[in-house]
Nanobody
Framework: VQLQASGGGLVQAGGSLRLSCAASGLTFSTYNMGWFRQAPGEDREFVAAIDDSGRNTYYSNYLKGRFTISRDNAKNTVDLQMNNLKPEDTAVYYC?????????????????WGQGTLVTVSS
């Protein structure tokens, strides 16, 4: 299984970035997909998830509507649109795949991790 994340980079506060994750080696439409992030010196934390059908999405409370997750089951991709970025959003962002929707926010129940893509937000 490979989860190849891309789209990270350097952006000024208030700007936007779109992360994309291309999945292979798994039956994509049967997995709930998500994004976690890890800031320097911090634990890895849940950001957003979308169920296998794409009909339901879940977000961390602190995002307050700034991020949007979406998926395309025909292309085996999941995206994270990030708007109004803040310096505290600086982190490595990881694409994830999980079979169990009930535990999709919990990192120990993630089945597969991508390699991560760095997002840096300057003030």
């Amino acid at each position: 299984v490979q989860l190849q994340a891309s789209g990270g980079g350097l952006v000024q506060a208030g700007g936007s970035l779109r992360l994309s994750c291309a999945a292979s080696g798994l039956t994509f439409s049967t997995y709930n997909m998500g994004w976690f992030r890890q800031a320097p010196g911090e634990d890895r934390e849940f950001v957003a998830a979308i169920d296998d059908s794409g009909r339901n999405t879940y977000y961390s409370n602190y995002l307050k509507g700034r991020f949007t997750i979406s998926r395309d089951n025909a292309k085996n991709t999941v995206d994270l649109q990030m708007n109004n970025l803040k310096p505290e959003d600086t982190a490595v962002y990881y694409c994830t795949a999980a079979r169990n929707l009930r535990t999709v926010k919990l990192r120990r129940y993630v089945d597969y991790w991508g390699q991560g893509t760095l997002v840096t937000v300057s003030s």
